[in-house]
């Protein structure tokens, strides 16, 4: 309790104040706004849009989709991190510059690019075709778009505790005769886990919500190739603002559960590491 | 708090690792292990950002240019020049009043505010147009009081510019938390005691400290502010020559089988992101260097 303590540096007051006002103007009020109006529609209206076969599919397609793609950066991105940490090579500078390129370069730019690579006539399109592989327009292609946005979320949460790794640890595990696979197992992966999961979880979150980048290469055949922030646009453009918020209260419950989730694992990440602190 | 795009001192600590036995792999490992994270960049990263080049060429240099100096093309540019003079500017003013309150005072409910900082990159960007739609829409909460006194929101400017205050609000503020975090307060109480005012202690003690991680935020905000599709799109309405920005505009283009005219825009906002990355690993090495020199990064 420290609520009457002396502040010698001035500004507090007018600073919280002003924080407090415009996050409540932009973010807090327009959010509660879909509870409200989630609530005009009776609880089996509710239940009847957000379960509807369309809207299920939707969920089945952006969930399932986000978590292989957020497996696959797991992957890769803890692979890119320890590259870029650990060895030497041609162009490694340029490769770290453009590992952030999926959060600066626009989703909808990504996704025309992406369609333009795995259309049967596109660059990698044309060789995957007569393979009997459909990428673009089919759900494989919501995979690769939600693949390319959660990649750097991966690499530059397991890159600095890559970089602060002491090599005490690694020396001491090779002279009591482990081999690298057994001190990569042993010592490095279980510091790097909370660190791992969090950039499993953020790229998960990105690609649960993610919009602009899938619409052009998923294809949008309902039941088959739609997402869930593409059901709120369908709803929106027949005027269903109900129907729209009803799947948006779903959607943000799922979006409120997995930054508790974040900040969990972030703790742990701190916790382990001694980061941050 | 760790974020994904936190400035960071970095140091390239490769050469150590790689010099001792003990914490280096056989060159074969080395060298799968670096081809493949290689292989899987040139695939999802360096082949989508060429194809938009090729494509936005592929018919020629007049052609591309051509649909550059559409008016409709200038109109969505002027829009998203507009979008982010707003934004930006409206983003920096809280970020810098948020991380000033959360980093130089304690105060309870502390973290529950930074999380709700977060917010915004938590939530779909449809979902970030859908609340707006909610509030100022025709059948919104304010919609007849606006349509009564002919105020346009939806579907207009002011719209659009909410949509992207709303997605671009954190970056400022979760770039200067941890910057000013580690700071301390002994610099600006110092200042206080020799009698300097607040703004004097603001623009002469803190500002050069936290003048990188300040561009740092911008420079994002900034970049996603000319880039956000979802939001934009649902409260845009599509009016063309009134209401599209740049990323519409490549849709509308790309919808209506304008190929070469879609990715022509899009390799503008291309160029966009390669300049922001550009000046972002700038700015990274002068903070390296900055601090380098002071000595006062906790890590």
């Known amino acids: ?277 | 708090m760790s974020h994904a795009t936190t400035l960071r001192w970095r140091a390239d600590k490769a050469a150590r690792f790689e010099s001792r036995a003990a914490t280096c792999e056989a060159p074969a490992i080395k060298w799968v292990l670096v081809t493949a994270s290689l292989a899987f960049f040139t695939l999802f990263l360096l082949m989508p950002l060429a194809a938009v080049f090729v494509e936005a060429f592929a018919k020629g240099w007049r052609t591309c240019i051509a649909a550059l100096s559409d008016p409709d093309a200038l109109s969505a540019v002027r829009l998203t020049l507009i979008a982010a003079a707003i934004s930006v500017p409206l983003n920096l003013v809280f970020g810098v009043a948020a991380a000033w309150s959360i980093a130089k005072f304690e105060f309870r409910g502390k973290h529950v505010l930074i999380t709700l900082i977060d917010l915004p990159f938590s939530v779909s960007p449809v979902i970030a147009g859908l609340i707006y739609v909610l509030v100022f829409g025709a059948q919104g909460w304010l919609g007849s009081w606006l349509s009564d006194h002919d105020i346009k929101i939806i579907f207009a400017v002011p719209g659009i510019v909410l949509a992207t205050v709303f997605v671009t609000f954190p970056f400022v503020a979760r770039e200067l938390i941890p910057v000013m975090q580690a700071q301390g307060r002994e610099e600006e109480e110092a200042a206080v005691v020799l009698g300097a005012n607040g703004w004097q202690t603001f623009r002469h003690v803190t500002l050069p400290n936290i003048k990188w991680g300040l561009l740092y935020g911008v420079i994002l905000t900034n970049a996603r502010a000319m880039g956000e599709f979802g939001a934009v799109s649902v409260v845009s309405g599509h009016i063309r020559g009134l209401t599209n920005t740049l990323p519409l505009h490549v849709e509308i283009l790309y919808s209506e089988y304008q190929f070469s005219a879609a990715f022509a825009a899009a390799s503008l906002l291309a160029a966009l992101a390669l300049v922001t990355l550009c000046i972002k690993t700038w700015v990274e090495h002068r903070a390296a260097r900055a601090w380098d020199n002071t000595g006062t990064i906790t890590s």
């Not at chain 1, 259309?119 to 007569?130: C, I, M, V």
């Not at chain 1, 918020?245 to 989730?261: G, K, N, P």
């Open chain 1, 1 to 277: 309790m420290a609520a009457t303590r002396f502040h010698a540096l001035p500004g507090f007051r007018i600073t919280l104040g002003y924080t407090l006002a415009y996050l409540s103007l932009i973010v807090l009020l327009p959010i509660t706004a879909v509870f409200l109006k989630t609530t005009s529609l009776s609880l089996a209206e509710f239940v009847e849009v957000v379960s509807a076969p369309r809207v299920v599919a939707s969920y089945k397609l952006s969930f399932g989709m986000s978590l292989a793609a957020a497996a696959i950066n797991a992957v890769f991105g803890l692979m890119l991190a320890w590259v870029l940490v650990r060895y030497s090579f041609f162009g490694k500078r340029l490769v770290d510059a453009l590992v952030d390129l999926p959060f600066a370069l626009p989703t909808a730019v990504a996704g025309i690019a992406l369609t333009a690579l795995y259309a049967g006539n596109g660059w990698l399109g044309q060789y995957l075709a007569p393979l009997g592989i459909q990428i673009a327009f089919k759900p494989p292609g919501v995979l690769v778009a939600l693949v390319f946005i959660g990649l750097p979320f991966v690499v530059r949460t397991v890159q600095p505790v890559l970089e602060d790794l002491d090599t005490e640890l690694e020396e001491a595990a090779t002279s009591l005769g482990a081999d690298r696979w057994q001190t990569f197992r042993h010592v490095i992966l279980p510091v790097m886990l909370p660190a791992l999961l969090t950039g499993f979880a953020l790229a998960f979150a990105r690609a649960v919500g993610e919009y602009g980048s899938v619409i052009f290469i998923a294809g949008n055949i309902p039941m088959v190739s739609e997402i869930t922030p593409l059901m709120i646009i369908t709803k929106l453009e027949q005027y269903d603002y109900a129907g729209a918020t009803a799947i948006a209260t779903v959607m943000l419950f799922i979006s409120f559960a997995l930054l508790l989730v974040i900040n969990g694992l972030q703790a742990w990440t701190f916790k382990c590491t001694g980061r941050d602190r």
